[in-house]
Every structure is written in C-alpha cells, then in structure tokens.
C-alpha cells in the first residue's frame, strides 16, 4: 500500500475509532503541536462566555501537554468599527472570550476571510489584544511585512515557523506597507516566505496554513497545485481550513497535506458534517512530521465543540 492509499485509509478509520498504534521510538528532541480548525466565536459560544462557561471546556483534554496550541480565528475581537458593505456574513465578538482563548491556545492564525469584517481599525484593536492577553498570532499584522513573518516558537532546541494566508474573497482585508490586514496567498510570496523561514529566522520546521478551497468534501485542483508548491519550496506540512467541512488528506512527498480541519467552534449550521472538524496533534523533529494523530471533535446546537471519546489512530509519517 503507497503513502496516500495509507493515509486516506487511516483517515477514514479515525473518524471510525481504531485502537492508537505506538509511536516508533527516536533519540531526536520532538516537539508536540495541536491545530485546531475554524473557531468563531459569536453566537451560542459568545452567550457562554458571558454565562462564566468557557467554550472550549468539551476540548480541553485535546491541548493538555501540547507544546504549542494554534487554531484559525475566524472572527475579529475588537469593539470598534463598522461592518463591510454588501458582505453577509459578518462577525465580531467582545475581547471578554479571549481570556478562554489564551487558556487553551498560544497563537491563532488571522489569515482569513472574517479577520477584516469590520474595517483596519477594528483589526488593529484586535491586534493590540491579542498582544495584551499574550497570544501569538500568523497570517496578520500591524503591515505587509508583519503580515508576512512568520511566528516563530522555540521549544526543546527546535524552531518552528507557521505562515499564514488567505485566498477567499475578499481580498480588500490584505494588509498593505501603511495598513494592518493579513497575508494574501501569492504563490512566488508564499514561495519565497518558506525559504526566508529558513534563511532569515532559522527554522527548522515550517508549517503555513492556508484559508481556501471550497465547501465540498474534497480538496479542488488549486488547493492540490498549491499545496504541493509550498512543499517543494521547503514546507513540512500543510493545514488548511475555511470549507465549514473535513476535506481529504493525503502525503506528498512524505510529508502530510490536510486540506481542510473542518469547523472547531462554530455556531449556525444545521448539516451534520459541518458541524464535525478535527484537531489534529502532530509530532515534529529537525526533519519535518514525525507523526500525526486526528481527534475528532462534534460541536453541539450552541457551537460548543466536544470531543469524541473513541480513540484514535497514529500515522507514522516517517
């Protein structure tokens, strides 16, 4: 069996409950991080946290003993600004919840198509909690430049880079070198980010994670093209999100693509499968992914996500 008969296989049987492989034993230093999918927080979450409840209590076992917690905050938090003309979706939600957010994560990703709903100021309050409440964040910034750098994590002698972008409309959210946005997805930027992560902030590993595709269970042709892009340019893995939904996973190269984690915490859809997502729990060295492990996680009427209590199945990567 190849590499992606393997890898579909074993991610459909997570979703079913099979029994943890153990994990080859290494000397290398390994650093654990966990990705999240799509976390909005208006609606039943937001009416939680003002109850005193944190809406991540149903997850919380995911997190515990991560080194490094990240997830895509599909949201602006500020108490300014007005919302984008003709969007129909928009969503902003008190900074009362990010003391939740800091509990269980230590960066979230901004590159995506809700960061912007309410105009660069509201981003750039955002920005300053975010800082304020000590969470790291990717994919967005003060400027162009800021927008572009990866956020670097140190833990046991490695150097971890994740870039973030975006390429849902709409792309007025972009930062630009005199306004806070985020990080566009260019493929010759993308390129060239994942090289200077290397080059300019000495990383041993980098991870983007990207905002794209559509809302279908399988990636399209240009999450495929893209992905394999950013691989070929030096990336370890890839993590997508944004089609409300799980999309399919493959390795390339030997190094995992998972197009889309799904919905974490997300209020207001009625369909079983968008209300389903992965956490996805990675074991990184100096040579990429070592391996890899999906918890399923199912959010309830509110939004509020649980976790699945089957367990679940390890793939080796390498």
């Given at each position: ?35 999240a ?31 490094i ?6 949201c ?5 600004g ?26 979230v990703g901004?590159a ?63 930062a630009?070198?005199?306004r806070?946005?985020?990080a ?15 080059s ?9 994670v990207?905002?794209?595709?559509w ?6 042709t ?11 340019a030096?990336?370890?893995a ?9 999309q ?22 009625p ?28 959010m309830?009427?509110q ?11 390890v793939?080796?990567?390498?």
């Amino acid at each position: 069996m190849n590499r992606w008969m393997q890898c579909c296989l074993v991610s459909c049987l997570v979703l079913g409950g099979i029994p943890v492989m153990a994990q080859a034993p290494s000397s290398e230093p390994s650093v654990s991080i966990v990705f999240a999918g799509d976390i909005m927080l208006e609606g039943g979450p937001d009416r939680a946290i003002r109850r005193g409840r944190d809406p991540f209590a149903g997850v919380a076992q995911l997190f515990k003993n991560a080194d490094i917690r990240v997830g895509n905050l599909e949201c602006v938090v500020a108490t300014v600004g007005a919302p984008e003309p003709d969007k129909p979706n928009t969503f902003r939600v008190h900074p009362r919840g990010l003391k939740y957010v800091r509990r269980h994560f230590d960066a979230v990703g901004l590159a995506n198509n809700h960061s912007g709903d309410f105009g660069p100021k509201a981003f750039s309050q955002m920005l300053g909690l975010l800082k304020q409440s000590g969470l790291g964040y990717y994919g967005g910034g003060k400027n162009l430049k800021e927008a572009h750098k990866p956020s670097i994590f140190e833990r046991q002698g490695l150097r971890i880079a994740l870039l973030g972008y975006d390429e849902f409309q709409p792309r007025n959210f972009e930062a630009d070198h005199d306004r806070p946005g985020i990080a566009w997805s260019e493929d010759e930027q993308v390129v060239r980010d994942i090289a200077e992560a290397r080059s300019v902030w000495k990383a041993d590993v980098v991870i983007p994670v990207m905002h794209w595709g559509w809302e279908s269970a399988v990636a399209n042709t240009r999450q495929r093209q893209l992905a394999r892009l950013m691989i070929d340019a030096g990336a370890d893995a890839v993590i997508g999100g944004h089609p409300h939904q799980l999309q399919d996973t493959e390795e390339y190269k030997g190094r995992p693509i998972f197009y889309s984690l799904g919905n974490f915490v997300f209020e207001g859809f009625p369909d079983k499968v968008n209300n389903m997502g992965w956490a996805v729990r990675m074991v990184l060295d100096r040579q990429g992914v070592r391996s890899w492990q999906a918890h399923t996680v199912r959010m309830d009427g509110q939004g509020l996500p649980h976790a699945a209590k089957q367990p679940n199945a390890v793939v080796q990567v390498r």
